[in-house]
């Protein structure tokens, strides 16, 4: 799960970060009202949309009055912002973050994150922050300085002093920043975050080391032991196909093909997506009904795929271990009705009840594929939707 700058400003701040101060926004005249009570000449209007690189896409403003802060808050308020990381959809923008501005002296990128390969975690820095950090890792990735962190051990000092030096961070800094990255490994740990980034970290030139940017991600399969994470979701910021899934306890991934896929078991999920591809076809989306899947819950499966304008055609396969092939045939059916689907449906079962639910299948009246095997169902589903271009 994702939250939005000022939210994780605000739990960094909470594990002792220094950030600078602001307020979220949500019109021009709370705008105008933060940056009175921020005081001073110099303002920052940034747009809070789950993504990086706003900046370039027109997310950052300056503003030198209230009044200003207010104007500049009107022209983003639900302009739809396109940067390299949200693709050519963009994001509207609904809220604004008004902060102080400041007097940048050095910008450096700072994240802690969870390295799964070596079971613990790593700290991930550079002595580049700001925008370009992308390009940086890419075009001089010895610019990247990594320190590992054993789970036994956690994060101790010698770990913080040796990024900082690696960093390039002046000595005088340097009890600030063992200070600032063990609030972040806390926070990490505590609220079991995948990410704790900082971008960019920079010193002012009056000599303080203050969290500019910050991105917080959370594991979602930890969110039940935090509440008060949870409640920071916005699901604006999320694919409406996604958290409608979510509702039906649903694990379903949208991507940019155009064959539907609905299938029980990750595994086989990931297999089907890969025999797709194997036949020339490109998969809308991973949909995975799980092992114990209801006829509601199928139901539900099926509107999300049709709701997808981009789907062509939809190859459902099932092998019925636990999950009952008459349970998907029924959900099949219902959703087909109420849905009145006009798209190709190729469907493969395999399993428990199998002969049920092909019975159910032929005798519901619909326009059915049936195959007899995974790469029958994925060669039919590719032709048909190369058919429905």
Known sequence: MKIHEYQAKELLEAYGVPVLKGF?????????????????????VKAQVHSGGRGKAGGVKLAHSPEEAAEVTKQMLGMKLVTN???????????????????????????VTVDNEREGFVIIASGEGGTEIEETALKHPEKIVKEFVSYETGLRDFHARYTAKKMGIAPEHHKAFISMLKGMYRLLIEKDCSLVEINPLVT????????LDAK?????????????????????????????????????VSLDGNIGCMVNGAGLAMATMDIIKAFGGTPANFLDVGGSATTERVTAAFKILLSDPHVKAIMVNIFGGIMKCDVIAEGIVAAAHE??????????????????????????????????????AAHLAVSAAKEGK
């Open 24 to 44: 979220m926004a949500e019109t021009p005249e709370k705008a105008r009202e933060a940056a009175d009570a921020l005081g001073g000449g110099l303002f920052v």
């Open 85 to 111: 990381q949200t693709g050519p959809e963009g994001k509207i923008v609904r809220k604004v973050l008004v902060t102080e501005g400041a007097d940048i002296e050095k910008e450096y990128y700072l994240s």
């Open 204 to 211: 002012t030139k009056q000599g303080q080391l203050v969290a």
């Open 216 to 252: 917080v991600n959370f594991d979602d399969n930890a969110l039940f032991r935090h509440p008060d994470i949870v409640s920071l979701r916005d699901v604006n910021e999320e694919d409406p196909k996604e958290v409608e899934a979510g509702k039906y306890d649903l694990n379903y």
């Open 339 to 376: 849905t009145k689907m006009s798209i190709p449906l190729i469907v493969r079962l395999d399993g428990t009840n199998m002969e049920k639910g092909k019975e159910i299948l032929s005798a519901s009246g619909l326009q059915i594929t049936p195959a007899s095997s995974m790469a029958e």
